[in-house]
């Protein structure tokens, strides 16, 4: 696990801060988790970032994106200084080398009609809604599913303040996936907790990605998320927003559009 270094200005802070904070799950998360089931496997889990009190709040607002995506948010918007991290005493944790960055791939995103629909719904239930819509989404965009989703689960644990497994900082993801002919899909729910009773934050989404090989950069034909802000003790996990992205067509749109309507006490399908 990486030592507590603000992503966006390098600096060390106490990590009794509260500031390891967990976003969308990207394709290199879910390569991470299954490597992660091996005995003795560690490490960081690619969709979490520290983030020092100053920036940990915008942060927040972004978690249904992913780290990179948040990131290149934030640093756009940041007009600070990014200083070489501070070293803390002469532990070889403090000593933290450089950080090397792959070339960004092509933008998966490319080509999509975005938005944003305000919604009120506990994350949970949306995760079980986005369940229901996938293979009606599917039809609409007539693609094949001719495959079940398999079911896979997965906790993280976050050892920190002297607290360890299976007495620390926890994230579960529960996520349904399947690919066939190209087409990946699947519906997902990330769950990040301080304690059985405490929910930090909590996401859910419904992507549908076409690669015609696994050598091939994924390209987004439809992706679906929400979530929750942090949350503090006794806080409802509600989303407020979900954001959308598709391929022009007006029908799927439409589809869509629909969905979201449901998603607010009140509302329904028309």
Same mark, same amino acid.
């Given at each position: ?99 090397? %960055?792959? $070339?960004?791939? !092509?933008?998966? @995103?490319?080509?999509?009609? &975005? #938005? ?47 607290? %360890?497994? $299976?007495?620390? !900082?926890?994230? @579960?993801?529960?996520?349904? &996936? #399947? ?55 006794? @806080? ?35």
């Amino acid at each position: 696990m990486r030592p507590p270094i603000c992503e966006i200005c390098n600096e060390r802070f106490d990590s009794g801060s509260e500031g390891l904070i967990s976003f969308a799950v990207d394709a290199q998360t879910e390569d991470f988790d299954r490597r992660a089931e091996q005995p003795g496997f560690v490490g960081h889990r690619p969709n979490r970032g520290w983030f020092c009190p100053n920036h940990a709040s915008a942060a927040r607002e972004l978690v249904d994106l992913t780290l990179g995506d948040a990131l290149s948010a934030l640093r756009a918007t940041s007009s600070e200084p990014k200083p070489e991290p501070k070293p803390s005493g002469d532990s070889a944790e403090a000593q933290v080398p450089p950080t090397r %960055r792959r $070339p960004r791939r !092509p933008d998966a @995103d490319a080509g999509l009609v &975005e #938005a944003e629909v305000a919604v009120d719904i506990d994350v949970f239930e949306l995760h079980k809604q986005l369940l229901v819509f996938r293979p009606v989404l599917m039809a609409a965009l007539g693609l094949p599913d001719e495959v079940e989703l398999e079911t896979r689960t997965k906790r993280s644990w976050t050892p920190m303040d002297g607290a %360890r497994e $299976p007495h620390c !900082p926890y994230s @579960d993801l529960l996520a349904s &996936e #399947a690919q066939h002919n190209g087409i990946e899909q699947g519906v997902s729910l990330d769950s990040s907790w301080w304690n059985p009773d405490n929910l930090a934050n909590a996401s859910a989404r419904l992507y549908i990605i076409d690669r015609p090989s696994p050598n091939d950069w994924a390209s987004y034909v439809c992706r679906l998320s929400g979530a929750t802000d942090h949350l503090s003790n006794g @806080d409802d996990p509600v989303v407020r927003m979900l954001r959308i992205g598709h391929r022009e067509d007006a029908g799927v749109a439409a589809l869509i559009a629909d969905f979201a309507a449901g998603l607010s006490p009140g509302g329904s399908a028309s």
